[in-house]
């Protein structure tokens, strides 16, 4: 068949015809149907005919967008001609209305089209078409429908009408390609808006599946609603989209949300296939700005968010949908009661009160067929008018939930207490097993009568309960059990599942967003239940690798039980983890100061040394690690290693390095198997150690492997890579002493790494955190090193108020940034001032760190130095003999430190100038000199 005819009997029939004679006239082969009723099905029998033709004629009347036939006939056409790159192609529009805004989608109201008076030049320019389509639209390779994430039924059971609304929100997403004909100033990005209950999550549910082929990347679905507004919103997404990466296999534990958008975008850029990313139910407060953290970073995504916010609003495309038009409307009753003629003119009049809404008209329509032969409509849109109040929209839906069963608005209250979201069955189940007898008897079953009443929708293994059927229950009084018992219920039912599934099943990011908010119900659940489940969801954080919210989870669980020693203690680790080391060592005490069984005490000893140690506070620490060596604990091996990391470090810190190596070496060789983190953690560590002591070649080979582990798992922005090109970007400017080939090209990679770094961490930073002053001080570092100055100190000397008021002014990090200050002024030939500096900073690392440290000693050998330029060369000389006697025991001859120390002894009393210019750039002109040679 070379032509498929579509067309409506609402719209210029007449028309449709002359084009049939037309088209049969010129010898075209045309298919015209006549036989489909009003009631507009697609038949078998028609889709063979509508695949088996090369084209689609559209006599496109104003009715045409409302006739369900006809929009699945032109959605066909324009995703096969889409497959082949013009989704126009296969398509040919006759227009016989004056203007062309009812014309939908935009692609085809920019296209070329007749009007009934050039009818002559129709068999033409079909031929023109037909030439350039040489098979019918069943030999093209069209696209299976995308996957779904999380895993759900495609599409949306019972969607009636809207088609305009899909093409807009289809014009919308895809208007990036059209910049000529379609305003164009940012990606994708569309808000589906209007009233609760108007149909805006159908609506993209049913655009997900009408144009799923135009999205082969996949249908990603996120629902953020809920109380708490646009933060709790963000807070909501970033737990959803963490689970989705891992069901996607991006690696994500301990990652940041923003770190998780950017893998997750970088994951949609290797894919290279169109996406869709649908957030429902968006809050009213958003802002253009906020949009932000709901976006994924990839050139591939299209993102649609729906929202009640009407109005004005972040400055996005928009699709605003009101109630359903008056043919679809009446469809929808009448799916319900037949609408007969004699009914028509009544149903008309409930549509109108209701204003279209397509929940309230389900209700409605429930009722109908509830009171078949006891109320007509008439009756019904009567009672619209008498129900006592000015919505009658909610009257609706209430009269409804009124003719549900107790059990049904049981069901309804169960959701009330829980997260705006999808409630799993088996919750539902073990909700219902707890109450027992307390349950009402239900002759039907419950969710069946709601999902009847427009008030439930089934996907998969859970039920979405609408939240106007929540308030609308919520409003008919009490219900058959007591709203507390309900709650208590619920609580335990949930506290149960998460148990048992624990913090890596998938269904553990649902369950903690329904866990969250029942928690804070604590007058209605008790405490003890609500604190339960605040744990669970704690542990959730913990598992998936998120310090700053399990720390701040655990703190409000610590401080709503100040006698719970387990609490203070588990508060303690999280909070040393998230380095809260002031908080931290606080609760850590009280733990102790509480009766708590022997593994609560070593876990808070543990927490309580490392805040101390994070604090500077090493001789207060130095008691209870040495307790902890001795104490008789026997945990899991991922704890295991992670306390001997954190001892390791702690040895680190007092310049026991040797000790430390005797700790890590062992761990850093384990496998790589389910605690991979946990090892990978005691490898960066170990990096960290070799760069100290003798071999910054092998510290930036394990450090780079580190790095590589996680890249090739597409994880680059995981907490544990970015923590191994720290340490590589350090040792890159740092060269082993036999290192006669450098590669200089490393220097200005690792300077981009850590200003990336420093930003990240910088954007990410928290308060009482100290993580993102430490990449401070480090880059400059780098930046001093690569002779940078005045660079180092735009970094550095805005920090170093904040470093001294959290830290003290004696701890090592703003020892470390003191001495880096010095290494500018010693470029800059302020010697005195930095022989001033110098002088402090080696005195205070002398006593915290210790002689044989080797930041202690690389402060030594610079105040050496210095020393000989502002007067004192015997002091000089001293200093400087002691660092080159202490380091072959302390950290070993084969590093840069030694042989700076080794090139000053033996150049500084005769080329002092020299030794100052080339000490501050040995590096380099160590390399010159071997390469002279």
């Known amino acids: 068949m070379d032509v498929f005819l579509s067309f409506t009997r609402k719209g210029h029939p007449e028309l449709a015809e002359r084009v049939r004679k037309v088209l049969d006239g010129a010898g075209i082969q045309v298919f015209v149907d006549t036989g489909v009723p009003t009631g507009e099905s697609i038949s078998r029998h028609l889709a063979d005919e509508l695949f088996g033709s090369r084209l689609l004629v559209v006599v496109y009347s104003a009715a045409f967008p409302g006739r369900h036939a006809c929009q699945w006939e032109l959605i066909q056409a324009y995703l096969a001609g889409a497959a082949e790159g013009d989704p126009t192609g296969r398509i040919l529009v006759i227009n016989p209305e004056p203007g062309n805004d009812h014309i939908v989608p935009a692609a085809i109201r920019d296209s070329m089209y007749l009007r009934p008076a050039d009818l002559d030049r129709l068999p033409q320019a079909v031929r023109a078409k037909l030439a350039r389509l040489p098979r019918p639209m069943s030999a093209v390779a069209r696209r299976d429908q995308p996957r779904w994430l999380p895993p759900t039924v495609p599409g949306v059971p019972g969607f009636v009408g809207r088609f305009p609304d899909l093409w807009r929100l289809h ?7 059209r910049p000529l004909t379609q305003p164009v100033s940012a990606d994708p990005v569309v808000m589906v808006t209007g009233l609760g209950g108007i149909g805006k999550t159908s609506l993209v549910r049913a655009y997900a599946w009408f144009f799923g082929e135009a999205h082969p990347g996949g249908v990603h679905w996120i629902g953020v609603g809920g109380p708490g507004g646009i933060g709790a919103a963000r807070r909501r997404f970033a737990d959803q989209l963490r689970a989705l990466a891992e069901a996607v296999g991006i690696p994500v534990r301990e990652a940041s949300d923003a770190r998780i958008r950017l893998l997750f975008g970088a994951y949609l850029d290797r894919q290279g296939s169109p996406c869709l990313w649908i957030i429902d139910d968006l809050p009213a407060d958003a802002t253009l700005d906020g949009l932000a953290a709901f976006l994924l970073p990839s050139r591939f995504a299209r993102h649609a968010f729906t929202t009640r916010r009407t109005g004005t609003g972040p400055e996005v495309a928009r699709v605003p949908l009101d109630g359903l038009a008056g043919p679809d409307a009446l469809r929808l009753l009448d799916g319900f009661r ?35 032969g006891r109320m007509s409509y008439g009756d019904y849109a009567v009672t619209l008018t008498r129900s006592g109040t000015g919505d009658t929209v909610l009257a609706a839906i209430q009269a409804s939930m009124a003719a549900l069963s107790e059990r049904a608005r049981v069901i309804v209250s169960i959701a009330g207490v829980l997260a705006p979201a999808a409630v799993p069955v088996a919750l539902l189940a073990a909700v219902e097993a707890d109450l027992g007898a307390d349950l009402p008897a239900a002759a039907t079953d419950p969710l069946r009568e709601l999902a009847r009443h427009g008030a439930a929708n089934r996907i998969d293994e859970t039920w979405l309960i609408h939240p106007l059927a929540i308030d609308a229950v919520a409003g008919l009084g009490a219900p058959a059990v007591p709203i507390d018992r309900i709650a208590t219920a619920t609580a335990r039912a949930l506290a149960g599942l998460m148990l048992a599934a624990g913090p890596a099943a998938g269904s553990a990011v649902l369950l903690g967003r329904h866990a969250e908010v029942l928690a804070g119900h604590r007058d209605q659940v008790g405490a003890d239940l609500a604190d339960t489940l605040r744990r669970l969801v704690a542990a959730r954080h913990e598992h998936v690798g998120d310090p700053v919210r399990a720390a701040a989870l655990r703190y409000e669980i610590a401080a709503a039980n100040p006698d719970s020693g387990a609490d203070q203690a588990a508060y303690a680790l999280a909070g040393v983890a998230n380095g809260e080391y002031t908080r931290a ?42 307790a902890l060596d001795h104490s008789d604990w026997h945990p899991g091996r991922g704890q295991r290693i992670a306390f001997d990391v954190a001892r390791a470090r702690a040895l680190i810190a007092r310049g026991r390095l040797r000790d430390a190596g005797s700790v890590l070496e062992p761990l ?6 389910e605690d991979a983190d946990q090892v990978n953690a005691a490898r960066i560590e170990l990096s960290r150690l070799l760069l100290l002591t003798s071999s910054e070649r092998r510290a930036r080979e394990l450090a780079a492997e580190v790095a590589t582990w996680y890249r090739e798992r597409d994880a680059a922005e995981h907490v544990r890579c970015l923590e191994a090109d720290l340490v590589w970007a350090e040792a890159a400017v740092s060269l082993d002493l036999f290192e006669l080939r450098p590669d200089t090209s490393k220097w200005v990679e690792a300077e981009a790494t850590l200003e990336r770094l420093d930003s990240r961490y910088g954007a990410a930073a928290v308060p009482d955190s100290v993580a993102d002053l430490t990449v401070a001080v480090l880059r400059s570092l780098v930046l001093v090193r690569l002779g940078k100055q005045r660079e180092c100190r735009a970094v550095l000397l805005p920090r170093m108020d904040r470093i001294r008021a959290e830290l003290g002014e004696r701890h090592p990090l703003h020892l470390r940034a003191r001495y880096i200050l010095s290494l500018a002024h010693l470029q800059l030939r302020e010697n005195a001032q930095a022989a001033a500096m110098l002088a402090e900073t080696w005195q205070a690392q002398h006593d915290v760190l210790g002689p044989g440290h080797p930041d202690t000693l690389a402060s030594q050998l610079e105040y050496g130095i210095v020393l000989k330029f502002v007067g004192e060369p015997k002091r000089s000389a001293e200093l400087i003999d002691d660092v080159c006697r202490r380091l072959p025991t302390e950290i070993g001859r084969r590093n840069d430190l030694y042989g700076r120390a080794q090139f000053a002894k033996r150049m500084l009393p005769f080329f002092p100038a020299l030794v100052l210019r080339g000490l501050q750039d040995f590096e380099r002109l160590f390399s010159r000199f071997q390469r002279g040679k």
């Open 338 to 372: 037949e609408v007969t003629d004699t009914d028509r003119d009544a149903a008309t009049t409930v549509v109108a009160r209701l204003g279209g809404h397509p929940l309230a008209l389900r209700a409605a329509g429930a009722v109908l067929e509830d009171q078949h």
């Open 171 to 177: 014009d919308a997403l895809t208007s990036v390609r």
């Open 585 to 626: 060592a606080e609760r850590a005490r009280l733990a102790l100061s509480s009766r708590v069984d022997a593994d609560t005490a070593v876990r808070a000893r543990w927490a309580l040394a490392a805040a101390l140690d994070g604090l500077g506070s090493f001789g207060e620490a130095d008691e209870l690690w040495s």
């Open 668 to 673: 850093a060789a384990s496998p790589l198997d």
